[in-house]
């Protein structure tokens, strides 16, 4: 267990499989990346500063490098639990929370009058709060890399993360409207001034029952078919998991109001199925389900309003959001000209006006930051967010285990497919739901949902670069040396590099 | 299971290639459609960091800016606004600007081009110094009489306009619409007391926001006898020539008789030119319409403006206040054939015919300066925040020259009748030379009449001032109203200009 991270550790397999390298940790690049990411959060906030308050105070880098030290206090757990973890997640990740953090600290100086804006603590405000609660993600997502040795080992309690997701979408769903509702979607607890979002927590427990329940059945799901025009349709019986969960996600559009919770919870199943069976017209039934769904509801918005009547506006003003630009359509479009006038190169971080349009610091961050920040600082957040998803999905490729696989290619998707609901939503390019903006949004419950995620995919990625033979750092004592026990497919056993 | 999550990693790609893609149309191509947006409010603060430039008459500020503490820095404000309204228009925080406040935007909030050495510099100092000043070229005596006589008028009449040029030079002296309306209240930074303003101003059934005397177009009445009147000495007649009259006139192939105001005018089977204009007579010029032809009657009336949908007013190299093209209306048959029914009407002012109180004082105007028509303008300087003079001063120039000099100088004879004999006495000012003619327009069954009044005053064979007054629905002795009110704006402008 000492000096895990040292790559000559593995001398053995050389000689075996001549095509594997010997695995390196890679964590002074991750340390390297990290450093990199922290100046680009503190040259922002002196930006901020700049433009805020015609100065940079000496305190500017306060929060930073508090961000700093907690990541690093990460990076230290990942060298002792995770050595082989891939070392761009971490540095992708802290940037963006970084960039989050400093703009809601610059949203906070917006509301101070320009004449106190000087004498403002650097802790205060909906920016220290949100650096407390990066601090309380990265602990528990610390927790996790040290609890959790073995990726595999989450599949003993399959069963009961996925009753305990269920419930947790269900719960604001069934909760009393004064409870549960902020802004039209029923997506909340809220308890006295506090309110988490169960929904965030959900996805990752729902995400590990589906791997596990679809590697146990993924030989009758994939095998057992009958063939129409041309593609392999599954048995009627076999359809029924997948029905339920159509179900449930129309449920939580009805219920719960939320467009993209809804096809956050159903684009993760039907993807999960997918990549378990290899099968396209899981895909295929489930985008036809999915948007049959939805323009049922628009259709019943339409007509009868009732429940539907949410999704039924949301898409009016998605469809012509300049329709009723003060009242129904001001969010988006307040979001749309921030993003306009921020144009190819932005005002400039603090140099904007992003207070302008309501829930900025939440929903629609992206616009706010997209103002400052323009066409190419958003392009590099996009980015950022690509790599931590690619990266998430190649951890996937490389993992041996069945269950690995689909917990990480899981995760990364829904990841991706979080943020490009949320800023296809803000941007306009399909219709806006509720979501938070995945490590930029304020809020603890979004925050610590998507570092446990990453933990997970360090885990995951951390299994996908160990060596394959001999006693490898990390794994538990009782799993025995050797090939790991589920093997799928033969081109996964090698790591392709 | 690798192949379906390269797949996946695919299609998250395409996803982002997405968002990628919509940001590109939001941000680069939609951006200054967005940016320019009347529902962005960032650029208004923006434009509000620096102070906006004066609006000013003759030194003083009518339209100014003044620090505050909120927000946006400036908070526009125009003093006696109501006197001064609908040249300045007004600069609401959400919304488009009017009036001079919009055509003069750009140099008064510091973004024209012409201050971008101003701009360069604010670079180096770090200041945001202010926009640039507007100096008008209203006479301010000249304005607050038109104001105060257009809105105590002594016929009870709440609607109507006055206007006055200068002929020599095209440079409107005074311009005032009735009803008017304080533009203060409409750019208050709280935009709903604003937005609820301007709401019951637009939904006032008077109009107050329209600005009658560019904008409004009414029937000229009798005041149309003048291009009558150039067509027929452009014709060969002289100011003593007779031409037929009597008591009633009946048109060829119309029914409808045409009488004149009173059974003591012109019932004479012949009258002079000059005595027709003095007492407005309708059988006489409606006889001579038909003789000259509507072809003729559309030409000159063309020559003094009408028909012009191009002319602004504001500066006389671009933009400024919109301006409503007065009309003759069609006075032919389908055949191509004069309908001589209508054009003994028109030929009154009435039938078709449409003037703006703008095309009235511009006839004068053009008579009194000797048959030439000069561009009206409201701009007279440009003055930078330094208040250096280089941006732009108003080189007046000629728009038309829809008469001779000849053809003026019997023009002004028979005008200065009007008002020395005749229906204008009104408008008499002691030891001044004024001219002009009186109108009284029909304006349908159910309204009263519409009083008119366009003339001039002279004084050594120099012009001095064209004015133009009309009262709408004054029924009774609203022409004669009109008339008084016109001398009264006509002696303010001599007295602004120390008498000369």
New interface residues.
């Given amino acids: 267990m000492t000096a895990p991270a040292r790559p000559a550790a593995t001398p053995t397999i050389t000689g075996e499989m001549p095509r594997v390298r010997a695995p390196k940790t890679r964590r002074n690049a991750e340390l390297a990346l990290l450093a990199l990411s922290m100046l680009v959060v503190a040259a922002y906030s002196a930006t901020i500063e700049a433009n805020m308050l015609q100065t940079v105070t000496l305190d500017f880098w306060l929060p930073t490098a508090s961000l700093a030290a907690v990541f690093l206090g990460l990076h230290v757990v990942i060298r002792l639990r995770a050595p082989y973890a891939d070392p761009a997640l971490l540095p992708a990740v802290a940037l963006l929370n970084g960039i989050g953090v400093g703009f809601l600290r610059r949203l906070d100086l917006a509301d101070v009058a320009p004449a106190q804006r000087l004498g403002y603590p650097v802790f205060a405000g909906t920016g220290g709060r949100q650096l407390a609660w990066t601090l309380a993600a990265v602990i528990l997502a610390a927790v996790l890399l040290f609890m959790i040795r073995d990726h595999r080992s989450v599949s003993r309690y399959a069963y009961t993360l996925g009753l305990a997701g269920i419930v947790l979408v269900m719960i604001p769903a069934v909760l009393p409207r004064a409870y549960s509702e902020i802004n039209g979607a029923k997506l909340w607890i809220r308890v006295g001034g506090f309110s988490i979002q169960p929904g965030e927590f959900a996805k990752i427990a729902l995400l590990s029952f589906f791997a596990y329940y679809l590697v146990r059945k993924r030989e009758v799901l994939s095998l057992a078919s009958r063939r129409f025009l041309g593609i392999d349709f599954p048995r009627g019986r076999d359809l029924g998991p997948v029905v339920l969960v159509w179900m449930l996600s129309l449920l939580v559009l009805i219920f719960e109001k939320d467009l993209g919770t809804s096809l956050l919870y159903f684009g993760m199943f039907v993807?999960t199925l997918?990549?378990?069976t290899?099968r396209v017209s899981w895909l295929i039934i489930g985008l036809l389900l999915f948007f049959g769904g939805a323009f049922l509801a628009y259709f019943l918005g339409g007509t009868i309003g009732g429940p539907f009547a949410n999704f039924y506006q949301r898409a009016e003003i998605w469809l012509d959001p300049?329709a009723d630009?003060?009242e129904k359509g001001y969010q988006l479009?307040?979001g749309?000209?921030?993003?306009?006038?921020?144009?190819?190169f932005g005002a400039g971080p603090g140099g904007?006006?992003p207070d302008?349009v309501p829930e900025v610091h939440n929903d629609f961050i992206f616009a706010g930051i997209?103002?400052e920040v323009?066409?190419f600082g958003?392009?590099a957040l996009?980015v950022l967010?690509?790599l931590v998803?690619?990266r998430g999905?190649?951890a996937?490729?490389a993992v041996r285990d069945?269950f690995g696989?689909?917990m990480a290619?899981g995760l990364?998707?829904t990841l991706?497919?979080q943020?490009?609901v949320i800023?296809?939503g803000v941007?306009?390019?399909i219709p806006l739901t509720g979501q938070t903006t995945p490590f930029l949004s304020a809020g603890g419950s979004s925050l610590m949902a998507n570092w446990l995620l990453i933990a997970m995919l360090l885990r995951i990625s951390d299994a996908a670069g160990q060596p394959v033979t001999g006693n490898g750092p990390g794994r538990p004592a009782g799993v025995p040396a050797g090939p790991p026990a589920q093997l799928?497919?033969a081109?996964?056993e090698v790591i392709r590099p | 299971m690798n192949a379906p999550l390269r797949r996946v990693g695919v299609v998250v790609m395409i996803l982002f290639g997405l968002l990628f893609a919509n940001l590109n149309w939001v941000q680069a191509y939609k951006a200054d459609e967005y940016r320019t947006s009347d529902y962005n409010g960032r650029v208004q603060v923006a434009e509000y960091d620096r102070q906006r430039g004066n609006i000013e008459v003759a030194g003083r500020a009518i339209g100014t800016s003044r620090a505050t503490d909120g927000e946006l820095k400036f908070q526009r404000s125009y003093p006696n606004g109501e006197i001064y309204a609908h040249v300045l228009g007004f600069k609401p925080v959400n919304g488009v600007p009017t009036g001079i406040e919009k055509s003069e935007d750009e140099f008064l909030a510091g973004n024209s081009d012409q201050l971008f050495a101003d701009r360069v510099r604010d670079l180096f100092t770090g200041n945001d110094t202010a926009g640039g000043n507007v100096l008008l070229t209203l006479s301010r005596r000249a304005q607050e009489t038109a104001y105060r006589e257009l809105t105590r008028n002594r016929v009870g009449v709440d609607k109507g306009a006055a206007i006055a040029i200068d002929p020599r030079t095209g440079a409107i002296q005074a311009l005032v619409s009735m009803p008017s309306f304080d533009p203060n209240p409409l750019v208050s930074h709280r935009t709903d007391a604003a937005g609820k303003a301007y709401e019951a101003l637009e939904k006032d059934k008077d109009g107050p926001l329209k600005n009658r005397a560019l904008s409004e177009v009414l029937p000229p009445g009798s005041t149309f006898k003048v291009i009558d009147s150039a067509a027929a000495l452009e014709s060969g007649l002289t100011p003593n020539s007779n031409i037929p009259a009597g008591p009633s006139y009946t048109a060829p192939t119309s029914g409808t008789p045409i009488r004149n105001a009173h059974p003591s005018i012109c019932p004479e089977s012949q009258v002079t030119l000059i005595d027709a204009l003095t007492e407005s007579c309708n059988t006489g010029f409606a006889q001579l319409g038909v003789r000259l032809g509507a072809d003729t009657i559309k030409e000159k009336a063309r020559a003094f403006g009408f028909e012009d949908t191009e002319l602004t007013v504001g500066r006389l190299n671009e933009g400024g206040l919109p301006v409503a093209p007065s009309r003759t209306g069609e006075i032919k048959n389908p055949d191509g054939s004069d309908d001589k029914g209508a054009l003994a009407q028109s030929a009154i002012g009435q039938n078709n015919v449409r003037m703006t109180p703008l095309q009235g004082a511009m006839i004068a105007a053009a008579v009194a300066n000797g048959g030439s028509q000069m561009r009206p303008y409201l701009v007279q300087q440009l003055l930078g925040p330094d208040r250096t003079t280089i941006h732009y001063t108003a080189a007046p120039r000629e728009l038309r020259k829809p008469v001779s000099s000849q053809v003026a100088q019997s023009l002004q004879q028979m005008m200065r009748s009007v008002v020395e004999n005749g229906t204008g006495t009104n408008a008499q000012i002691s030891g001044y030379t004024v001219g002009g003619k009186t109108g009284t327009a029909q304006a349908g069954e159910v309204s009263d009449d519409h009083g008119w009044f366009i003339g001039f005053v002279m004084k050594d064979g120099q012009p001095i001032s064209a004015v133009a007054v009309a009262l709408e629905s004054a029924g009774d002795g609203g022409s004669a109203e009109a008339t008084r009110i016109a001398g009264q704006i006509m002696k303010a402008v001599i007295a602004d200009r120390g008498g000369k």
Wanted: glycine residues 24%.
């Fill in positions: 993807v997918y990549i378990a290899e300049f630009p003060y479009v307040q749309l000209l921030g993003l306009g006038t921020g144009g190819l904007g006006q302008k997209g103002e323009g066409l958003l392009s996009l967010y690509l998803v690619e999905l190649r996937g490729l069945s696989k689909l290619g990364a998707f991706g497919l943020v490009f800023v296809g941007t306009g390019l799928h497919g081109p996964t």
